[in-house]
C-alpha cells in the first residue's frame, strides 16, 4: 500500500482544513487507517484512527470534538476535517495504514506497516 498525504497549508486560529490520505491498492478497505503528527522537536503523537468499514473511530482528547475522521473506500482516501484549529496543532500530519492491528494497539505509530510521506499545517495565531 502506498499513501499520498496532501490539503495542508497554513490558516489562522479558528479555522479549517481538510486533509486527504489517497491509497494504492485493492486492499485498503480491510485496513485501520491512522492520522499521526509531528511538531518541530517533539515525538509523533497520534491524533485519530479509523476502523476498515468506517463505523469505529477514536480520537486523540487533544483533538475531540474538533477533529473528525472519515473513509471512502470507494475512493481508496481517508479525510480528517481539522476545525476550530489552534497554534498547537501544528505540525507534520501523517496518514498510516496496517491490516492487522487490534483495538488496542491503534494509537501506537510503531505498529503501523505503511506511511504517507506528511503534509505540513500552520495555524497562525
Known amino acids: 500500500v502506498q499513501l499520498q498525504a496532501s490539503g495542508g497549508g497554513l490558516v489562522q486560529a479558528g479555522g479549517s482544513l481538510r486533509l486527504s490520505c489517497a491509497a494504492s491498492?485493492?486492499?485498503?478497505?480491510?485496513?485501520?487507517m491512522g492520522w499521526f503528527r509531528q511538531a518541530p522537536g517533539k515525538e509523533r503523537e497520534f491524533v485519530a484512527v479509523?476502523?476498515?468499514?468506517?463505523?469505529?473511530?477514536y480520537y486523540d482528547d487533544s483533538v475531540k470534538g474538533r477533529f473528525t475522521i472519515s473513509r471512502d473506500n470507494a475512493k481508496n482516501t481517508v479525510y480528517l476535517q481539522m476545525n476550530s484549529l489552534r497554534p498547537e496543532d501544528t505540525a507534520v500530519y501523517y496518514c498510516?495504514?496496517?491490516?492487522?492491528?487490534?483495538?488496542?494497539?491503534?494509537?501506537?505509530?510503531?505498529?503501523?506497516?505503511?506511511w504517507g510521506q506528511g503534509t505540513q499545517v500552520t495555524v497562525s495565531s
Open positions: 498510516a495504514a496496517d491490516p492487522n492491528l487490534r483495538f488496542g494497539e491503534w494509537t501506537l505509530d510503531n505498529r503501523y506497516d505503511y
Open positions: 491498492g485493492r486492499t485498503f478497505s480491510s485496513y485501520v
Open positions: 479509523i476502523n476498515w468499514s468506517g463505523g469505529s473511530t
